[in-house]
């Protein structure tokens, strides 16, 4: 309406401007007037009116004068009721505009209808605007519309994609019932002149249905429904997606490097430094159109998709002004209104996470490292020579003041929790510039923050083995398998059983900004900006004790862990179509341009192991040397301490590697995306139908950057003094790393007997081994052809050629290797760690990779489809590196791997799916895909079994398996609008979805060796890594659109994924399935103002892990051994959106 009134205004600016600028200071509403006139026309009268106010009032020629003669009496009455009075009967309306105007126009009509196609199917998302304005709308998801117009005679312009689109001359108050007729080009290409609306499901099931591929897809419509925050929490509702941890994809059973993440159409950056994963837990699903899943592929896809595709697309610009705000707040009810949270001092992120972006280590630190390459002796035996030098003093102050910066504390503590928070804002406007030109915005922004806290969980270590091993000798019990666990007897024993507490804070916010610029109906360029940031902070603590031991007394074991994760997103894509003239066989040129950032801070990493032995009487340790060659004296304790610590077997010089969990750890990971693809299509007529010949390329670069700091903690059993530090505080962890304990200590005296000249901790401030740089680059052309073989026969094939060039290099100056692996053997030669090639190079040229796909439709609304695709699944750079760590986020030594060659996968799909109604689809997938080479995460221990002295953690590295890999299932699909089975259900849809999937492969020998250490019939065949056998989605959904209520109840269940490989006789860990039921609603109260809110995991059943073989329910030969079991509680939101307009 507005719109309308403006472009009045803009016509009445050549023909009438009357009367001056009102009173200053007086507002037009308070103007009064007195006025006769008799059988005037309605121009005369607005004259004279606007004379006597002195008031300007627009109005256009054409409108007044079709009107009749009118009359007028008033004394001394305001403005606006005089000019009320003289157009309501006319049927027109007196608008002010920034109070020194007065626009005169049409009092707007609503113009309504429905859109449907020539099988009487109703079209959602179609485009509807009056010409020559940009006021316009979209059919709703049931193809009906309502629009206001202001004028007789105003022209609709009805548009979509596929069909043709049409032009009609409406009157006010009309009511139309409009068919489209499909156009005869291709249903799934490209167009400039009309803009196509997929944020509903009705629409996503109609671009499915047209698409040459198996393709499955989540509208906003779907998002807001199931209460999605973000876009992994929206992916677990589609047919064969499976999610680990939040935020792990799968696709029909693979995932990591497996599954491609694109936003807008080009590839987003990774920033998991521990997986090939894309952070799509990262990207808000509030600002997103819809989620498409392609599962199999056209060469003008990435050929690196060996699982599937995921399409994020930004919302889209609409047709008219929309703007709307969403608040909700609630609480997960393991903590509540008032409750507490497991947390630690400092731990608090900031309102925008700044808190952890900033914790990382200061300049000051790292210069330290350069300052003393060779550590801190120099320091100290300079201070001990010349204890009085004020140079000195000033240098051990400065840095003192260095070590004092990190926060003295590694233990958790419960703190008041705050309630959950979300906040959203949207806004989106179209204008025409120069006449023809249009010009389209898009922004967005989305803020949330969540709370989580596991309060008494369950987690017992279960084992073949019995006994206490630390990596000290004053704790420590021979390892032994006890004689109730026999290969005819098989059981597990507890190890160690915990009670386990952990507090979760996540807060993620994020941007869209986007602009769209349409020069004319061939031409279109768009540009659009997705930022997020997100942070995470984790307090865990655990608290148990070693159930049998073999020790005169008890031995406890408490451990802590206190992370914080900062990360960032950032995608800029300039995308443009232009289609070269005219006409139905006219070649179109699309284009894409994009950079993508993304970046993980993990600041402060502070992991403590602690077992604590309580003999029975006292104990005594030996204290530290007073004197150069001497032994320290006995001193009595009543417990014994150890910060366990152990090795890993195999590696190394000596064919043994520290493996020391206890510490502070810095690691951040920078990857930077640039991605320039260009795609021509050419149509051209053959066989009587519309045909497309489509050439392209595609350039993508990734530049990564790895560092990683490890300081190690006073105490540990590498040390040179061992765990002597431990008895200095008590066993006290916050006082291990107070500012008492760290740092130069100067003695008291200078002539103090028996005391060190100088003492303290200082944290080692040079880099870790591992820290690398690299660059993943592949670069592809392609060809293909869309055929219509028939009027129901479709095919759609090619190649496209891809190579890739991926470069990794170890950051070897400046790194800290360890004193003990570095000293010199017996003959004086020192050993040198400095690997000979720390270059990693992985080149191929083109190779083809093909794509065909075949889909028949049987009538208008079913298909038939066959598939068939060859992939690639590459290395990553860190997997490629040649470099091996210890990583305390794994709990095992990381080992690269430059040998590695790229995995390939045959592809096989069909699909039948029928479209009933509008929204509705009934379908049936089978898939089965052909792994070789597959690159497969390898675990290896080298176990010294009853022999282990020490806590022995497993290498892990990826490896091409020998053995060919096969994943195939099935996938049902059902949505059905349960009124056209029962008038009064009719505002009722009822959906399903399941995956049944199996997938199988080869244990690797010392696998299988591990495995049947006790196990003599353990299977010798695996399923792969987060595998599930099925997945099950369901909703029932209730609309009414009198009321405008909507009621989603879902329901969500993942069959068992195995989720760890153990290598020392027991069975590996799988998770078990656990039903979710989540309840969301809206109801608006006013015309904008809509109440919302869920309640999600409303079952609030217990996750678990459990030690098992695969298939067997959960059990170990009839019998249940639970690893981990936790409630994660239920979820509750409240909140308000108000769309202003």
Known sequence: MRISCYVAALSMLATNLMASEPSKGQSIRDIRLSVSMQHQPLRNVLTRIATQSEVKIYFNDQLVDKHDDVSVTARNEPLMDVLDHVLQPQGMMAQVFENNRIIVSAVPQPVSGSVKDAHKAALPGVGIHIKGSAQGTITDANGNFTLNISEEGATLVISYIGFVSQEIKVMPGQHLQIVLKESRTQLNEVQVQARKRTNTDAAVLLERKASAVVQDAISAASIEKTASITTTQALQRVSGVTITDDKYVAIRGLGDRSVIGQLNGVRLASSDPDRSAIPLDLVPASLLDNITIYKTYTPDKPADAA???????????????????????????NIGPGGSVNSFYNSDPGFF????????????????????????????????????????????????????????VLTTRYAPGKLNQIYSATYGNSFTLFHKHKLGVIAGVNYYERETDIHGGDLTQWSIYQGVLTGNGQVNSTRIIPNYITPNNLNLGKYISYKENTGTQTLNYGFLGGLTYRFNALNEISLQYLGSRGADVQASNLYGYYEYTGLPGTVENIVYSLKRSYRTLNTFNLQGEHKFWKGEYAPRLSYNGATSTSSQDDPDYRFVNLAVYHPIGS???????????????????????????????????????????????????????????????????????????KLGGNYLHRDRTFTENVLSLPGSNFSSTGNLALYAVHGDLDHLVGYDQIGVKMPASATGEGQPAVGGFLYNAQKSPNNYKGFYETRAFYGMLDLKLRENLRLTGGARFEMNDIEAAVDTSGVFLDPSLTAPSKDGNAVKLVFTEPNSVYKTKYKPYYSLNLTYTLKQDMNFRLGYSTTVARPELRELTNVFEFDPFQFALVVGNPKLVNQSTTNYDFRWEWFPGTGEVISVSAFYKQIDHQLTKVYSENSQGVDARYPEFPAVKFENDPNQGHVYGLELEAVKDLGKLYDPFRHFFLGANLLLAQSDIKKSAERLAASRAIDRRSPSNSPLFEQAPYSLNAFLNYNNPKTRTDINVSFNEVGERLIQINLSGEPDLYSRPMPVLDLVFSQYLTRRLQLKGYAKNILDQPYQEVYANPGTGGKYYGKSYIRRSYRRGSELMLGLTYNIF
């Open 353 to 408: 996470g700044q808190k952890v972006k900033n914790a990382g280590l200061s300049q000051d630190f790292v210069n330290l490292g350069k300052q003393y390459p060779n550590g801190y002796g120099n320091l100290q035996a300079a201070l001990a020579a010349s204890p009085g030098d004020p140079a000195l003093k000033a240098e051990a102050t400065r840095v003192n003041n260095i070590m004092h910066s990190f926060d003295p």
């Open 307 to 333: 699982a599937g595709i995921v399409e994020l697309k930004t919302r889209s610009v609409p047709d008219s002004a929309a703007l709307s705000i969403t608040i909700q707040s609630g609480y997960n009810t």
């Open 619 to 693: 104990g005594s340790i030996t204290g530290p040397n007073t004197s150069p060659g001497s032994a320290g004296d006995p001193i009595g304790t009543p417990v014994y301490y150890s910060l366990v610590s152990g090795y890993v077997n195999g590696y190394g010089p000596y064919g043994i590697i520290q493996a020391d969990p206890n510490g502070r750890r810095y690691r951040r990971l920078h990857e930077t995306n640039y991605n320039y693809k260009a795609d021509l299509a050419l149509p051209f007529r053959m066989l009587g139908n519309h045909q497309e010949f």
